[in-house]
Structures are given as structure tokens and as C-alpha cells.
């Protein structure tokens, strides 16, 4: 009990120090990574609210959308300073996004997804950074999916991190690149998996990384489809909307990670 209630104190005085050097000017990601505070590998976003803060404003969607789409790009610019983080997931739009909002609503994230890929390249490659796509390609227009698989080929052989944008993404698309590989190994070798050993190296060869880390802005406390990747990962869910978040409150998102006590199952 003691070790915890000073777990939260350290906590709550770091985050407090944070605000107020923030305010003072200082750039609060880099005091992050400077902390020494323990930061996810691979940290997955589901960027939520752009709706809402848009209806809070008077505004049409396309403007919550626009201004969610540049709070992404400037985390990707934030990231880049915490270098423990090597994989980032945005998930833009699942499948059920596609086939559930309107037919305008979806074409404008489609425009928005091409430019936000046209303004995101060159900062990748700069830093030499891989993209990948995640998700099914096929059903987005021919301009986008000619986008992305350009970016994917340009930066194809770059070491740095792994941005993945995930368009017409869930987790069931996993699941099934898990089955596939188990049958094609079944055909290829015979053999049908039966350990936790199996089931890794299955999500290792279907390219199916777990996250450590999955923050969902605008404090919905769910994962609405995001499937294996999540199974191992901590959560947090800050309250503030997409479009309202600012390198703040990233940097205290991702702190709340570092002060997890996280036992995998034993005893500390
Ligand atoms: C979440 O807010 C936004 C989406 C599910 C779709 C669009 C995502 C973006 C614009 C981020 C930028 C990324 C790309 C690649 C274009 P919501 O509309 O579900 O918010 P609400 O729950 O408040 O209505």
C-alpha cells in the first residue's frame, strides 16, 4: 500500500512540475524523455473527438477532422524526441467508420488522409522513418491507396521509427492474417500451433506487433474494435478531445505509463 500511495505522490509531483515548466516555456515531450521515466516501444493511438469538438464550436465536422489531423502531425513531430518509442499506430478510420458515416463525411477523410500523407512524407524520410499502411487498402480510391503505397515503397528501407496509419482498419483483419499464416504453415510444414510460442511467432510472420501502450483521447473508455494488438497493453484515456490535445497533454498521457506497475502475472 505504501509503495503505491508513493507511486501516485511521484506522479502527482511530476505531472504538477511538468504543467508549470511547460508554462515557463519549456518544451514538456522533452522533459519527458529526459525524465528517465520508462516509455512504451510501441504506443497506439485511437484519435477521438474530432465530432464533438466540432459541434462544442459551431463548426462543420470537416473542421474537427481538419484540426485532429494536425494535433497528429505535430505528436509525430513530438515523438521524434522520446527516442524508446520506435513504433507509433494511429488509427484514423476503422472498417465500421467507413461503412457507418456518410458518404461526404467519409470522402473528406479521404482528401484529408492524401494530404495529411503529402505533408507527412518528407518529415519521414527526412528522419529517416519507415510508414506503413495498416488495414484493408482495396476499398479506398485509387489516389490514396497510389499514396500510400508510395510512401510504404519510399521508406521501405529506413531503420528509424515505424509510423503506422491504420485506414480501414480493425482488429479483426489480424486475426485473420493470424489464421492465414497458421494455414499456410499447416500446409507448409504440417504443423498446427499449440503454444503461446506458436501463436507469437504466427503474429510475428502475419506482421501483427503487439502495442504497449494505447491512448484514446476524449475519454471513451474503449477499444471499439481494436483487437490483438491491445491484448498485452496498458490504456489510458485522457478526457480532452483530438483537436484540443497539445504536447502537454501527450507528454502526461505518456507519463501515466511510465508510473504503471506492471507485473505480467508475478509477483514484484
Ligand atoms: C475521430 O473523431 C475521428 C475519426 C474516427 C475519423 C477521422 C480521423 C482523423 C481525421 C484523424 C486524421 C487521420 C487521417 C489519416 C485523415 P470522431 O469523428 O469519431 O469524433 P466524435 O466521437 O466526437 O464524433
Given at each position: 500500500?505504501?509503495?503505491?500511495?508513493?507511486?501516485?505522490?511521484?506522479?502527482?509531483?511530476?505531472?504538477?512540475?511538468?504543467?508549470?515548466?511547460?508554462?515557463?516555456?519549456?518544451?514538456?515531450?522533452?522533459?519527458?524523455?529526459?525524465?528517465?521515466?520508462?516509455?512504451?516501444?510501441?504506443?497506439?493511438?485511437i484519435?477521438?473527438?474530432?465530432?464533438?469538438?466540432?459541434?462544442?464550436?459551431?463548426?462543420?465536422?470537416?473542421?474537427?477532422?481538419?484540426?485532429?489531423?494536425?494535433?497528429?502531425e505535430?505528436?509525430?513531430?513530438?515523438?521524434?524526441?522520446?527516442?524508446?518509442?520506435?513504433?507509433?499506430?494511429?488509427?484514423?478510420?476503422?472498417?465500421?467508420?467507413?461503412?457507418?458515416?456518410?458518404?461526404?463525411?467519409?470522402?473528406?477523410?479521404?482528401?484529408?488522409?492524401?494530404?495529411?500523407?503529402?505533408?507527412l512524407?518528407?518529415?519521414?524520410?527526412?528522419?529517416?522513418?519507415?510508414?506503413?499502411h495498416i488495414?484493408?487498402?482495396?476499398?479506398?480510391?485509387?489516389?490514396?491507396?497510389?499514396?500510400?503505397?508510395?510512401?510504404?515503397?519510399?521508406?521501405?528501407?529506413?531503420?528509424?521509427?515505424?509510423?503506422?496509419?491504420?485506414?480501414?482498419y480493425?482488429?479483426?483483419?489480424?486475426?485473420?492474417?493470424?489464421?492465414?499464416?497458421?494455414?499456410?504453415?499447416?500446409?507448409?510444414?504440417?504443423?498446427?500451433?499449440?503454444?503461446?510460442?506458436?501463436?507469437?511467432?504466427?503474429?510475428?510472420?502475419?506482421?501483427?506487433p503487439?502495442?504497449?501502450?494505447?491512448?484514446?483521447?476524449?475519454?471513451?473508455?474503449?477499444?471499439?474494435?481494436?483487437?490483438?494488438?491491445?491484448?498485452?497493453?496498458?490504456?489510458?484515456?485522457?478526457?480532452?478531445?483530438?483537436?484540443?490535445?497539445?504536447?502537454?497533454?501527450?507528454?502526461?498521457?505518456?507519463?501515466?505509463?511510465?508510473?504503471?506497475?506492471?507485473?505480467?502475472?508475478?509477483?514484484?
Amino acid at each position: 500500500m505504501a509503495v503505491e500511495l508513493t507511486n501516485i505522490n511521484e506522479k502527482a509531483e511530476f505531472q504538477e512540475s511538468l504543467r508549470k515548466k511547460s508554462m515557463s516555456g519549456e518544451d514538456p515531450i522533452v522533459l519527458l524523455a529526459r525524465s528517465g521515466l520508462s516509455m512504451p516501444s510501441h504506443v497506439a493511438i485511437i484519435p477521438d473527438g474530432n465530432g464533438r469538438w466540432a459541434k462544442k464550436n459551431g463548426l462543420p465536422i470537416l473542421e474537427g477532422h481538419n484540426k485532429g489531423a494536425k494535433v497528429l502531425e505535430n505528436l509525430l513531430d513530438d515523438l521524434e524526441n522520446i527516442p524508446d518509442i520506435k513504433l507509433i499506430t494511429l488509427w484514423a478510420l476503422s472498417v465500421d467508420n467507413l461503412v457507418k458515416r456518410s458518404e461526404i463525411e467519409v470522402s473528406n477523410i479521404m482528401s484529408l488522409a492524401e494530404s495529411m500523407i503529402d505533408r507527412l512524407l518528407p518529415s519521414i524520410k527526412a528522419r529517416g522513418n519507415k510508414f506503413l499502411h495498416i488495414g484493408d487498402v482495396t476499398k479506398l480510391p485509387k489516389s490514396l491507396q497510389e499514396k500510400l503505397i508510395n510512401a510504404q515503397d519510399e521508406t521501405s528501407q529506413n531503420k528509424g521509427k515505424t509510423i503506422r496509419i491504420g485506414i480501414n482498419y480493425q482488429g479483426f483483419q489480424e486475426d485473420v492474417a493470424l489464421v492465414n499464416a497458421a494455414i499456410e504453415q499447416f500446409s507448409t510444414f504440417g504443423r498446427r500451433p499449440s503454444s503461446r510460442a506458436d501463436i507469437e511467432d504466427l503474429k510475428r510472420i502475419s506482421q501483427t506487433p503487439h502495442a504497449d501502450f494505447v491512448i484514446r483521447t476524449s475519454g471513451e473508455q474503449r477499444f471499439s474494435g481494436f483487437g490483438a494488438i491491445a491484448e498485452q497493453a496498458e490504456f489510458y484515456a485522457p478526457s480532452t478531445l483530438l483537436p484540443d490535445m497539445t504536447s502537454l497533454d501527450w507528454a502526461l498521457a505518456l507519463s501515466e505509463y511510465g508510473f504503471r506497475d506492471m507485473r505480467f502475472g508475478g509477483r514484484k
